[in-house]
Nanobody, 112 residues
Framework: QVQLVESGGGLVQAGGSLRLSCAAS????????MGWYRQAPGTQRELVAE???????TYAGSVKGRFIISRDNSKNTVYLQMNSLKPEDTAVYYC??????WGQGTQVTVSS
């Protein structure tokens, strides 16, 4: 069984930055693709960014150029650097190994 724990969320002004972290345990982290997802109230959860075991990345069009996903396999941790934040980025952010397991989520609130 895999455990995922997100951290780093908070309240930030529009234009600011945050870095989210997701610590994983219970699996061979280096061999798994990992993704960041977000969900705002009344909306479906959506994929924000994904990184493969080899380091390849994919981004949603709404965050491309602003967010950067990375991973440190030695620490079993995946990161999401969020820059130029907008109010529409406000959501609970989750990490997941392509939907099999989910973390508890971390709240990101961007004020205008």
């Amino acid at each position: 069984q895999v455990q995922l724990v997100e951290s780093g969320g908070g309240l930030v002004q529009a234009g600011g930055s945050l870095r989210l972290s997701c610590a994983a345990s219970g699996s061979i982290f280096s061999l798994r693709a990992m993704g960041w997802y977000r969900q705002a109230p009344g909306t479906q959860r959506e994929l924000v960014a994904e990184i493969t075991s080899g380091g390849g990345t994919t981004y949603a069009g709404s965050v491309k150029g602003r967010f950067i996903i990375s991973r440190d396999n030695s620490k079993n941790t995946v990161y999401l650097q969020m820059n130029s934040l907008k109010p529409e980025d406000t959501a609970v952010y989750y990490c997941s190994n392509r939907g099999t397991y989910w973390g508890q989520g971390t709240q990101v609130t961007v004020s205008s």
